[in-house]
């Protein structure tokens, strides 16, 4: 039973690309619709918990949130730009490897030498798995999206990761309890959310059927968030972790199947590839936790 728990946020998670792209919208109305589901899925957290919600929580949540949004509208621009099976691989591989990073020189996590090259091997892992899935087929001359634009897409994916990885050390820093900070978290995503509508200038189209619609990307999100805290305590952090990272496989074969993104045999061989070396360099990072 834990490992079927520790499975749902991989399934929650590796659907958001695919709802967003199916349900359509900017990257403001998603991000906007997403952070709205995530509001309303924690405030029920909330309410089901109970926890304190201390000054030190509201301020962490709030900062950890607004980094959540930079990364948020950022990735969803990214799949504008280069598409689902791209972007997410690329941005798990790049957020694993810069939350090892940033583990190692701000809390010195890798504390022995078989630690340091276990965590090598395992960031260079990720690194080349994202690269393999964003490789292109250069004799593949018509089949390709003709609005396809590598470079904005590395662009805003950069600024992803960035923000990604502030989301989650801010939370660390601050060492407050996971459950207290979804609530002061979700607002500041929020908030977040707000200026980039104002920022894209899209106060008119907010309130739109596609905003609205994409509330139930943040209640996938809140699920797979709260099925995340339910595996810990039953199969451990190492195995729940490098579970969730299994996402990209439904995120990424399933906007290539269900969203028609176009793939080449030889393409496809990058991706299946690249997709297994983020596995594995993931589940190496886990086992050192």
């Known amino acids: 039973m834990g490992i079927i728990i520790a499975l749902i946020p991989a399934i929650m998670w590796g659907s958001i690309g695919l709802i967003s792209g199916r349900l359509g919208g900017s990257a403001a109305q998603q991000t906007m619709g997403m952070t709205m589901g995530a509001v309303i899925f924690a405030a029920i ?12 929580v509201w301020i962490a949540g709030l900062i950890s949130g607004l980094f959540w949004a930079v990364g948020q509208f950022n990735q969803f621009t990214s799949m504008k730009h280069i598409g689902v099976s791209k972007t997410v691989p690329i941005s798990t591989g790049l957020q694993l490897a810069g939350n090892a990073l940033a583990g190692v020189l701000i809390w010195h996590e890798w504390t022995s030498g ?17 690269t393999l899935t964003s490789l292109k087929d250069k004799s593949d001359k018509g089949g390709s999206r003709s609005d396809e634009n590598m470079s904005a897409g590395v662009r805003a994916l950069a600024i992803s990761t960035a923000g990604y990885i502030g989301y989650t050390v801010v939370i660390r820093f601050a060492n407050v309890d996971a459950k207290a900070v979804i609530l002061p978290q979700a607002i500041g995503m929020l908030i977040g959310a707000i200026l980039f509508v104002i920022a894209a200038k899209e106060q008119k189209e907010i309130l739109k059927p596609h905003t609205f619609a994409n509330i139930i990307t943040g209640l996938a999100w809140g699920i797979g968030n709260i099925f995340m805290f339910l595996a810990i305590p ?19 074969f399933g906007s290539i199947w269900l969203l028609g993104e176009h793939k080449t045999h030889r393409e496809m061989q990058f991706v299946i590839i690249g997709s297994a070396l983020i596995i594995i360099g993931s589940t190496l990072l886990a086992t050192m936790k």
Do not use: E, F, R
């Open 234 to 252: 039953s199969v451990g952090l190492a195995i729940s972790y490098s579970l969730a990272q299994a996402g990209i496989v439904i995120s990424t």
């Open 114 to 130: 078989h630690m340091i090259l276990v965590g090598t091997i395992a960031v260079i892992t990720l690194i080349v798995g994202a």
């Open 45 to 56: 957290t909330i309410v089901l918990y109970q926890p304190a919600l201390t000054g030190k």
